[in-house]
C-alpha cells in the first residue's frame, strides 16, 4: 500500500531564506508523487509532480523537489522565501486507481 | 476555463440533522472525487467516480454518508444522520480521465455539526 510521512508538521522561516519540506513515501511500485499547495480558505493547487521521468522536478512560483528512490524522499525546496509563500504543504502519492493519497500536511510560516 | 464549483461553501448544522453538498466538476472530466479534510489532517478519499459510475467507495461511512452523480455531470454528497465527528471540509476534486493523477479541487465545502 502507498503512504507518504510528512516529517515536520510546521516549518517557520524568515523572508529570503531556504525552505525545506520534507516528505518520505512508501510505495510497492514506482510512485507518481506531488505536492499541492493550500492557502487559507483557498482549493488545493497542483505545486509539482513526479511521475517517473526526471528525478529534479520543477514548479510552479521557485519550488523545485528530489526524487531519491535510495532514500525514499520527496523533499520540498525554494531556495529564497516569500511572505505570500505561507500555506499548508500537503505531499501526495498516488494511488492504484488514479486516486491521491495526501500526507498530514507541514504547515510553512514566513516571517518577515 | 472554469474551476471545480462546489456550494454552500460554509454549512452549520445540529448532530442527527442531515445535509447536502453539490459539486460541478470541470467541464468534460470524466472522473470526480469527493475528499473529507478533518482539521489538522491531510485529505481522505470518500468515493471516486468514473462518469456516473462509483470506481471506489471503500472509506466512505455507508451507514450515513450517500453520494451520487448524475449524468455524469454534477454530484451530489448526503450526510445523514450527521455527527459531531463529520465536521471537516469537504472537497471535490476531477479529472479528465481516471487514473491520471492530476486532479483540480474545488473550495471547499466547511461542514460544522454541533
Known amino acids: 500500500a502507498q503512504s507518504v510521512t510528512q516529517l515536520d508538521s510546521h516549518v517557520s522561516v524568515s523572508e529570503g531564506t531556504p525552505v525545506l519540506l520534507r516528505c518520505n513515501y512508501s510505495?510497492?511500485?514506482?510512485?507518481?508523487l506531488f505536492w499541492y499547495v493550500q492557502h487559507p480558505n483557498k482549493g488545493l493547487q497542483l505545486l509539482l509532480k513526479y511521475t517517473s521521468a526526471a528525478t529534479l522536478v520543477k514548479g510552479i512560483n521557485g519550488f523545485e523537489a528530489e526524487f531519491k528512490k535510495s532514500e525514499t524522499s520527496f523533499h520540498l525546496t525554494k531556495p529564497s522565501a516569500h511572505m505570500s509563500d505561507a500555506a499548508e504543504y500537503f505531499c501526495v502519492v498516488g494511488g492504484s486507481q488514479g486516486n491521491l493519497i495526501f500526507g498530514k500536511g507541514t504547515k510553512l510560516s514566513v516571517k518577515p | 476555463e472554469a474551476g471545480v464549483a462546489q456550494s454552500p461553501r460554509y454549512k452549520i448544522i445540529e448532530k442527527r440533522q442531515s445535509v447536502a453538498f453539490w459539486c460541478n466538476p470541470i467541464s468534460g472530466h470524466a472522473t470526480l472525487y469527493w475528499y473529507q479534510q478533518i482539521l489538522g489532517q491531510g485529505p481522505k478519499l470518500l468515493i471516486q467516480?468514473?462518469?456516473?459510475?462509483?470506481?471506489?467507495d471503500s472509506q466512505l461511512p455507508k451507514d450515513r454518508f450517500s453520494a451520487e452523480r448524475l449524468k455524469g455531470v454534477d454530484s451530489t454528497l448526503k450526510i445523514q444522520p450527521a455527527k459531531l465527528e463529520d465536521s471537516a471540509v469537504y472537497l471535490c476534486?476531477?479529472?479528465?480521465?481516471?487514473?491520471?493523477?492530476?486532479?483540480?479541487f474545488g473550495p471547499g465545502t466547511r461542514l460544522t455539526v454541533t
Open positions: 510505495s510497492s511500485y514506482s510512485p507518481s
Open positions: 476534486a476531477s479529472s479528465l480521465v481516471g487514473g491520471a493523477y492530476e486532479q483540480y
Open positions: 467516480f468514473q462518469n456516473n459510475g462509483v470506481v471506489d
